[in-house]
């Protein structure tokens, strides 16, 4: 039987019917037709299905939508601005190469917004860590650590060009 | 994934009606990152889920007279972080950083880690070096708590019988003079399973060793407390020639598996190396 679950989806509020072995990369992928969220392994290997579900990191494979009915959920699509201004994460992550078949990249680029709302200041190895669940095959991961370094510097540029 | 009934209960006191009610028939799911897959391979087919992860009794890390008591539903991202596991049980919340990626940590749980009773599961060693006890709610809401070391009965076999599920972990308080060690070994930094892990705990008196508490992971069926090997610790002065001379104790305690990640023979040596590192760590460093 069907059970009715609310997801807050990049802002936009859903009311959905789903079965309770429902994933919710599945929910996220087909029923919302938000393809930015990539299956890859299935089985939590890979953080191709990364979402920030609450600000959290999880993996969409491994989570059943009934389980977090009620939640905000942030997919890669909802990165960049509403007018499509890219995030400062995103604009580095092209201006450093750091994507090459691209099917890491949104995890990639969620798991940086995530580290950098924690840590505004990461080191080369804070980087390397958080990323450790996200396997990319193809930039052997160089331009990604340069990229979420260029963006926390750019933030912080960015803040203090507010400030000031 | 083959249908399932999920039904997420709101407290414990709805839990235990719920328990009641579906007794066998109910599988409990928290971060879910051990019975998904299981789920979807068909190794595993519940009737009945109960969503116990957002249970607040289940989630409490809390500091008590002389325990650490710390709910079944506590993320493995949390124990990591937590400042009261890291000041009390800093070797718990080493291996807590050590297990999976940071995905898995933030949704897998100290009680589904237990529960799945897997030889490398990554809280079992320390927690088995700190003497931690198991607490378990019945289908009737009675508890019991079980040495850790009673509930792992064999490979992926635990103490829980069907219905039952893990409430809480209960840490005895180590005192002020025991100190902890702990190594992960696996075939990479990240995102590894454990090839071999060891966790110890020792009192020194003066140039004595007064208490010795040593575990193992994924060198036997099941997390292994080496009970033998503590023995011949216990008692001893702090003497270099030790490290020669238990050998064969630990060999004679764990029973490694050849397997994808290590021979039999590799394992065997390696834990042998990273016990005395840690050992050496504790009594000279």
Known sequence: ?164 | MQTVEYLKPADMNELAALMQQYAARATFIAGGTNLIPDMRSGRHRPEVLLDIGDLKAMNAIALNDDHLSIGAAATIARIAADATVNAHCPILAAAAAKLGNPLTRNRATIGGNLANASPCADTAPPLLSLEALVEIMDVKGQQRQVPLDKFFRGYKWTDLAPGEVITRIVVPKPSSGMQGGHTKLGLRKAAAICVASVAVMLEKENDHIAKARVAFGSVAPKPIRAYRLEAFFEGKAADATLLSQCEPILQQEIAPISDIRGSEAYRRQVTAVIFKRNLQELLWS
């Open chain 1, 1 to 164: 039987m069907k059970q009715r679950i609310e997801l807050l989806v990049n802002g936009e509020y859903h009311e959905l019917y789903v079965a309770p072995n429902t994933l919710l990369i599945n929910v996220i992928r087909e029923e919302l037709q938000l393809t930015g969220t990539k299956y890859g392994c299935g089985t939590g290997q890979c953080g191709g299905c990364t979402l920030l579900v609450d600000g959290e990191p999880v993996l969409g494979c491994l989570t059943l939508a009934v389980a977090v009915d009620g939640a905000a959920i942030t997919t890669i699509e909802g990165v960049a601005a509403v007018d499509g201004t890219l995030d400062k994460v995103q604009e580095a992550f092209l201006d450093n190469n750091a994507v090459q078949c691209g099917y890491c990249t949104p995890g990639m680029v969620l798991m940086a917004k995530d580290l950098l709302r924690r840590n505004p200041h990461p080191s080369e190895a804070d980087i390397r860590h958080h990323i450790k669940g996200n396997i990319c095959r193809c930039t052997g991961y160089n331009g990604i650590v340069r990229a979420v370094k260029a963006a926390a510097e750019r933030q912080i540029e960015g803040d203090a060009n507010a400030n000031g």
